[in-house]
């Protein structure tokens, strides 16, 4: 076993080269090396990456360590993350036109990558697993569809998608679909759709964890009154502190955690920090005939629109957010409802910019150290980091049994 005094400093150091910013904080050593304790003794969990669309697109082998994007298995590894939920996105573009297809290709890249890379990952179908693949001290490797197009109006490939390892559907994405309304889009169904409201149903009788990312504010009250299970946030954060739509109020945030459910927060810029956002709007103004251009070239492709916006948008980057910022994300939801609430959902590899300090997968114990800066506890903190999140899988999987 490494020594963990040892591999502490050599993380801190590694990190604070990397981070020359964050080195002028003078981070407190010995608090440093009691994170690191935390953090190797939590079963660290995010429920949100975009990584298997670069594995599907590419040549990208999440066993051989990169130094593009956020994420990679030797990566998990230095930053002490335990289990990753993969998303299998398909763009609302795909409705209709071979998007189960599409699912089924992308769950087929992340099978063969694990497998092949069974020395240092395995996959995970529930809480039981994640806890022994832990334990052998391998990553534990989850899939959630994000968007519920895959399921093409059918029971039968919902079902499906189940069997094939799917524990967590998010019900659109930027667009609104058959299923429910986007927050990022005109509303069809004024909330939840008739088959939306059979697919949450069942998906409670599955197991099959509903997640609220992206729906509209209507969508997201039907789904409480729908769903027997608690529900997901799955890379969310709170309005109150970034007024993004994408985010919840603190109603939604105080009825979803009075179901039993959790709010896994986003490291994404534009989520977290109101003056970020309040900047890349400014940002954009500046770029508006630009973006003029762009929505009249894929006025019918709404998520071909997205993707461009995005790759203008890293070509005028600004300054990033301090980490202090998602802390204050966490900080502001356990005052509302408590710690038992709130997780991590980074949407890594799904945006091109992150806090001051999370600039990767490995960089993660900054959060734990942070957390004990602010003052909260040892079990505290082992909840944040993946505690939440077992406890709700877990209820997610009594209701099902239930069910039956």
């Avoid at 659109?172 to 409201?197: A, Q, V, Y």
């Amino acid at each position: 076993m490494r020594d963990l005094i040892g591999f502490s400093l050599a993380l801190l150091l590694a990190f604070m080269i990397a981070n020359p910013l964050v080195a002028q904080e003078e981070i407190d050593k010995k608090l440093w090396q009691k994170a690191m304790k935390i953090h190797q003794k939590a079963i660290v969990i995010d429920t949100h990456v975009d990584t298997p669309s670069k594995m599907l697109r590419g040549n990208f082998n999440i066993g051989i360590r990169s130094d593009e994007g956020h994420i990679d298995l030797i990566r998990m590894k230095e930053g002490g993350l335990d289990a990753q939920f993969m998303a299998v996105f398909v763009s609302q573009s795909m409705e209709g036109k071979g998007a189960a297809h599409y699912a089924l290709e992308m769950i087929d890249v992340i099978l063969q990558q694990v497998e092949a890379n069974s020395d240092k990952a395995v996959m995970a179908y529930s809480p039981a697993d994640i806890r022994r693949i832990h334990k052998q001290g391998k990553i534990a490797i989850l899939m959630g569809n994000e968007n519920g197009i895959p399921v093409e109006n059918s029971l039968r490939l919902l079902r499906d998608f189940y069997r094939l390892g799917i524990r967590y559907i998010t019900l659109c994405h930027m667009g609104s679909n058959f299923i429910c309304d986007s927050s990022t889009d005109e509303p069809k169904w004024n909330g939840l759709s008739d088959f939306g409201k059979e697919v949450v149903r069942e998906m409670n009788r599955l197991g099959i964890m509903v997640d609220v990312s992206h729906i509209s504010d209507q969508a997201f009250w039907d789904v409480l009154k729908t769903s027997q299970a608690p529900v997901i946030a799955s890379h969310s954060c709170a309005r109150a502190l970034c007024d993004a739509a994408r985010n919840l109020s603190d109603d939604m945030i105080k009825a979803l955690a009075e179901k039993g459910g959790v709010v896994q927060l986003a490291y994404v810029s534009d989520f977290v920090s109101q003056d970020y956002k309040d900047k890349t709007e400014e940002r954009l103004k500046k770029l508006a005939p630009i973006i003029t251009e762009l929505r009249e070239k894929y006025k019918d492709d709404r998520e071909g629109l997205y993707q461009e916006l995005r790759t203008l948008y890293e070509k005028y980057p600004g300054p990033p957010p301090q980490i202090t910022s998602l802390i204050d994300q966490i900080d502001y939801i356990v005052k509302l409802v408590g710690v038992d609430y709130v997780g991590l959902g980074s949407d890594f590899d799904g945006t091109n910019s992150v806090p001051e300090g999370l600039e990767d997968v490995s960089k993660l114990p900054i959060i734990t150290y942070h957390l004990l800066k602010r003052g909260y506890k040892e079990e505290e903190i082992i909840k944040i980091l993946g505690g939440n999140l077992l406890r709700f899988f877990e209820k997610v999987e009594e209701v099902a049994r239930q069910s039956s």
